[in-house]
């Protein structure tokens, strides 16, 4: 571990002492680069944070004359019982799919793998990475299949002698977190997998024979030692489930009603059903925001750790 | 450390420098003055439609008049864009495709109810110095011209056929429940009453369809909600004080008529009531497979049914009869529909548009007029065609749905219209999946309507007629 850390920390002396112009030109063959990210990132950012204070439209006056309205998308968006609607439920959702549900089966499975023989890890593994490396229309199609009326989950349960519901009308919410657990699951096991081989067997060892038993040594010792892996993964599946789109648009296109209609989804009908580009642009940017409280409360975890 | 200041002012310097070049660009293309030169020569004309699922009628047409035209323009090509897209899909693609000279066709298909819309985005040509010199418009009804027309007074499009609305029963199911052959309802409680008979008699069947929630887009606001609302005391706009109608009566019980279909199980369930598909469903599913009694929908859907059209049922016209949609209680002229139509328009930034009214002509020539009335089962909008013995007798409800036009309504043609279109159905689905209770759908829709309108100045409670 200490090795590959060494020679940057060796290199980094010498950058600084270059002159000013031998740095420049060294730059020069990154700036097609930096040239194409500016237009293609920083750009497209840049005018959604303007339209997002404009009625620009697809259609209407806002089409015609683009004008400058202030705040009044974000007036127009807190003051709507849709939008409050939907960071509601973006909230559930990554709550239940990404925070709970990822998070916990992914070091379920990375704990269980790593005690298991080579043939079942290896089984585990293909099955769930199969599953992440779906196309997300597919899965999501597969998914619509299984939580159907009369699809895979009801059979199942009728199987067992328990009622079957309408997952997709009934419990949308559940159904779609629960097809975003099921597709996303291998990203946090692939992570919770490279931190747990990095634990020492020797700290382990010692504990057992300290007289820990399961649970305590997990609580006491393992979690501890990747607290880093679990906020970077926190971090990383909160931000990609927050701007799901297609799994739930493709499962139940928001609805019934709006009772799967997450910020994603409400600012695409905004924008692309009803022609607001303005407003859609302004949710975005308070998605952004959301995006950003939660990095922040990470981060701080990350910070504290390393302090 | 330094470096990477460095860096991130030169980034948003040129990022700014970026955003800004990209919204001047926008207002300050100069459009290519392409008209004149190109008429005398050959020219490519792009036309962009919606394609209806599996319907092929105006694909078909379409074709057709291409070869006539080209076969009279030699040298030029004319390509048909069928945008294959649900309601609201079809206006975002083609919005898009006119924002920009590039992509912009050179005629396109323009629903009514979203001209004045899209005249007002600056989307559209005017076509008066077209019109003047052509001597068919004088065989257009008066009502159809104005459909297309701007605020400004100015003309957008030439419309090829209108539309009218009403109840499709069964008259198979209808006797199966002992109801009669010749069904006349007169109140919605009529309705509602035949289908709690059919719900009770004749198992397996919906009893009655009505198109709700936002999958179907404008056809549940128009088919749907105000078939109810324009039955009622109230309207949409009052016309005489130029302002939208809000907290009425008639919003609410329209409503009311929703949740009433919907929770005694008198329609579809609401799950397939939303789904995307359901128009092509009742067209080539249920109404030809009888399991569907009564279907308030337009006078187009037989065209699902001709020779051409998407499922061919040559029995349909003895099996389902049509009856006009009564009022809320009789009232007034006991019966309503409403009117919509497409019509053919120039994009502001079509390539060739002299070319593109050279097509719209071809199109709109009587014989292709008539063609277009009889295989797309549209109510006629030129007097020539109306009067042309072919088309009265095209199909068993051409006459009825003809009749129909002495009490239709037009929706209110103004640029809000599509917004107030979208809350409709929006309160329709919260109505129809349980999710709020009609007076507060009709709540938040009040409040949705104040604020594209720009407040309660330009809101009143007051509905006037027609």
């Known amino acids: 571990m200490t090795t590959t850390v060494a020679p940057t920390a060796a290199a980094a002396p010498t950058t600084g002492k270059r002159p000013r112009g031998a740095k420049l030109v060294r730059m020069l063959p990154l700036s097609p680069a930096i040239g194409l990210m500016l237009v293609f990132l920083a750009g497209p950012i840049l005018y959604c944070v303007y339209a997002a204070f404009t009625n620009m439209a697809l259609t209407g006056p806002g089409a015609a004359n683009v004008k400058f309205v202030g705040l ?29 549900g990822q998070n916990t089966l992914g070091l379920g499975l990375a704990l269980l793998m790593r005690k298991s023989t080579k043939v079942v890890r290896n089984f585990v593994g293909t099955a769930v990475i ?66 747990l081989s990095e634990i020492p067997k020797e700290i382990e060892e010692s504990a057992e024979m300290d007289g820990a038993g399961g649970w305590r040594r997990l609580a006491f010792v393992t979690v501890p030692m990747i607290t ?80 | 450390m330094k470096s990477r200041k460095r860096f991130t002012v030169a980034a948003v310097a040129s990022a700014l420098l970026l955003a800004v070049s990209a919204c001047s660009q926008g207002s300050t293309t100069k459009q290519p003055d392409a008209g004149s030169s190109q008429s005398a020569g050959p020219a490519h004309i792009k036309i962009a439609y919606q394609q209806w699922g599996p319907g092929v009628v ?129 109140t919605w409680d009529d309705v509602l009453s035949a289908a709690r008979t059919i719900k009770q008699k004749v198992p397996g069947v919906t009893p009655f369809n ?29 016309y005489d004080q130029k302002k939208w109608v809000v907290g009425s009566q008639g919003f609410k019980d329209s409503l009311n008529f929703v949740k009433t279909v919907f929770t005694e199980g008198l329609a579809p369930s609401p799950k397939d009531a939303l ?61 309503v529909s409403l009117s919509g139509g497409w019509t053919w328009a120039i994009p502001a930034k079509a390539k060739s548009p002299d070319a593109a009214w050279d097509f719209i002509k071809t199109l709109q020539t009587p014989q292709n007029a008539a063609k277009y009335a009889t295989d797309g089962a549209q109510i006629a909008v030129r007097k020539d065609v109306a009067s042309n013995a072919a088309y009265k007798s095209s199909s068993a409800s051409t006459q009825f749905f003809t009749d129909l036009v002495s009490v239709t309504v037009y929706r209110p043609a103004l640029p809000e219209y599509p917004k107030v279109s979208n809350e409709i159905i929006t309160a329709m689905e919260s109505v129809m999946t349980g999710q709020s209770s009609p007076d507060d759908a009709a709540k938040n829709y009040d409040q949705a309507v104040e604020g594209i309108v720009g407040g309660k100045d330009s809101t009143t409670t007051k509905s006037t007629g027609q």
């Open chain 1, 72 to 100: 009044d998308n974000f007036r127009k968006a807190f003051g709507s019982g849709a939008f409050t609607n939907a960071i509601w439920l973006t909230l559930v959702f990554t709550l239940i799919s990404a925070i709970i």
């Open chain 2, 58 to 186: 105006m694909k078909n047409f379409l074709t057709g008049v291409k070869s006539e035209y080209e076969a009279a323009h030699p040298g030029s090509q004319v390509e048909i864009v069928p945008v294959v897209a649900s309601e609201n899909d079809y206006y975002t693609k083609i919005q898009l495709m006119m924002r920009s000279p590039n992509t912009a066709p050179d005629i396109v298909y323009e629903d009514t109810f979203l001209i004045n819309s899209d005249i007002t985005a600056g989307y559209l040509k005017p076509l008066d110095d077209y019109i003047k010199n052509w001597d068919q418009w004088s065989q257009f009804e008066d009502t159809a011209k104005g459909a297309a027309k701007g605020q400004d007074g100015k003309t957008y499009g030439v419309p090829d056929g209108t539309d009218t609305r009403a109840l499709w029963y069964n008259k198979q199911i209808f006797q199966k429940a002992g109801l009669p052959a010749d069904w006349q309802p007169k």
């Open chain 2, 210 to 238: 009505m198109y709700s929630g936002k999958p179907m887009g404008e056809g549940s606001a128009m088919q749907g909600f105000e078939m109810l609302l324009y039955g009622t005391k109230d309207t949409l706009y009052n």
């Open chain 1, 228 to 307: 880093r892996a679990i906020m970077t993964n926190l971090m990383l599946i909160t931000l990609q489930t927050l701007s799901v789109f297609g799994l739930i648009y493709a499962m139940t296109r928001g609805g019934p009603g709006t009772k799967s209609q997450t910020l994603p989804l409400y600012m695409y009908e905004q924008a692309f059903s009803f022609s607001q580009i303005g407003y859609g642009t302004a949710i975005a940017l308070v998605m952004l925001a959301i995006g950003a409280v939660f990095s922040l409360i990470y981060l701080r975890g990350l910070n504290s750790e390393a302090a």
């Open chain 2, 275 to 335: 789904s995307p598909n359901m128009g092509s469903k009742v067209g080539t599913e249920l109404l030809p497979q009888s399991k569907l009694a009564i279907d308030l929908d337009g006078s187009w859907i037989y065209g699902n049914w001709l020779k051409s059209g998407a499922k061919p049922w040559p029995q349909w016209s003895t099996v389902l009869g049509q009856t006009a949609m009564p009022t809320q209680d009789g009232s007034g002229k006991g019966k």
């Open chain 1, 130 to 195: 199969g599953a992440w490396v779906l196309p997300e229309v597919v899965a999501a199609y597969l998914l619509s299949a299984f939580f159907n009326d009369n699809g895979t989950l009801n059979v199942i349960l009728h199987a067992v002698g328990l009622p079957g519901q309408d997952w997709l009308y009934g419990a949308p919410i559940i159904a779609v977190s629960l097809a975003n657990i099921w597709r996303g699951t291998a990203f946090s096991m692939l992570v919770y997998s490279a931190a």
